[in-house]
């Protein structure tokens, strides 16, 4: 990112700065452009630094619009706009409505119900809906979790109604009592240094079928680099499959042990219970087919913090001690990041006004 790009959007912190800032539609594209393209434009279809602007030309049927530009790879000569590829591709909605959507929703502390960001926005419910979920699509972070890295299990919402007729599940039988709940893993990255102004690590929660060796591999597998540190309690998934990372540590919980000098997850059930705070509180239910999307901007958040300092605060049983003070990134510059990804991370609207997500991974640039 450009030095003047980055004091333009540190300057913006207040509501008053962020209107002021995302007033015009001229000023909110070049913005756009310079965040999605900070080396230059780049031809989303096959890579190429050059391109001539359309903007003005005449096409036969009148002045082509502001912000096309043209391939000048002669086997490619695709056209296209900075939102071309993107999850904003095709969008009706001006620039100026889509950055006040992202500051509203990244300047909020759990995030936005689709029903405050279109009454905020003056906009549908069913376009803020899936306004929500582009700018979430982009909140996802593609990189493998190093260094050391926390897990932790926990379950969301609530069981499913009662049917007549089909018993509760679990009623009836021996044993432990079965859930319906939906089985969440959590993989915090503990940050690397406590001085100023350092980064937050990344934090990552999965929806998993169940709390099986076999989908807690599938997620690590996704998720984590196997040169990792991991940290978890004593559950058998972990426990299984801690010998493919560099290292694994584990705390007894049922042992009521939780930490043993360096050794806990006190980071990864911070953020577990971050996640069940915003689910209950902001989203109140969340499809399991769109789970990962409100996962994305929960972690992203969590990840957008920088070490302010330390101080001694007293914990409930009167024990002092060292804890760190975050402070968050301003939210105009967590928009550069997130349009940074932007190219290749397209969504299709279905017929059903539903959203079906093509994501191909942002290859250029
Ligand atoms: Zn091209």
């Known amino acids: 990112m450009s ?4 004091l333009v959007l540190e300057s913006i912190r207040t509501l008053d700065d962020m209107v002021l800032a995302f007033q015009s539609e001229d000023k909110c594209s070049q913005l756009v452009e310079s965040m999605v393209w900070p080396k230059g ?11 001539i602007s359309l903007a003005d030309q005449d096409s036969g049927r009148g002045r082509l619009r502001p912000g096309l530009y043209q ?3 002669s086997h490619c000569r695709f056209q296209f706009t900075v939102t071309t590829r993107t999850p904003l591709h095709a969008t009706k909605l001006p620039l100026q409505i889509w950055l006040k ?5 990244l300047q909020s502390d759990k995030g936005l119900s689709s029903v405050r960001l279109a ?7 069913p376009t803020a809906w899936r306004m929500g979920h582009a700018i979430r699509l982009l909140t996802a972070q593609e990189h493998l979790l190093d260094g050391t890295v926390e897990t932790d299990h926990f379950y969301l919402g609530g069981n499913p109604p009662k049917k007549r007729n089909v018993p509760p599940p679990g009623r009836g039988r021996k044993g432990k009592k079965k859930t319906a709940k939906t089985p969440i893993l959590s993989m915090v990255q503990r940050p690397q ?3 100023v102004g350092s980064p937050a690590g990344h934090a990552r929660a999965s929806v998993v079928a169940d709390l099986s060796a076999v989908e807690a591999s599938r997620v690590f597998g996704q998720e984590l680099d196997l040169q990792a540190n991991l940290m978890s309690d004593d559950w058998t998934a972990f426990a299984a499959l801690g010998h493919n990372f560099s290292d694994h540590q584990t705390v007894n919980h049922s042992k009521d042990e939780y930490v043993r000098g360096a050794v806990h997850i ?10 069940r705070r915003t689910v209950s509180g902001v989203f109140h239910h969340i499809s399991t087919a769109h789970a990962d999307l409100y996962m994305h901007e929960i972690g992203f ?3 957008q913090r920088v070490v302010k300092g330390q101080a001694v605060r007293q914990s409930r049983n009167g024990k002092k001690k060292l804890r760190t003070i975050w402070s968050r990134v301003p939210p105009a510059l967590q928009i550069a990041k997130l349009l940074r990804n932007a190219v290749g991370r397209q969504m299709r609207r279905t017929q059903q006004g539903g959203i079906s997500v093509r994501s191909e991974i942002a290859v250029f640039g």
């Open 3 to 6: 030095e003047t790009l980055s």
């Open 301 to 303: 958040r969590w990840s």
């Open 266 to 275: 006190n980071s990864s059930e911070g953020f577990s219970s971050r996640v």
């Open 101 to 105: 959507a992202m500051w509203l929703i």
């Open 41 to 51: 434009r780049i031809c989303p279809a096959c890579g190429y630094k050059h391109s």
């Open 71 to 73: 391939c000048s790879n």
């Open 119 to 125: 009454e905020a926005l003056g906009v549908s419910q």
């Open 193 to 195: 240094s406590t001085e």
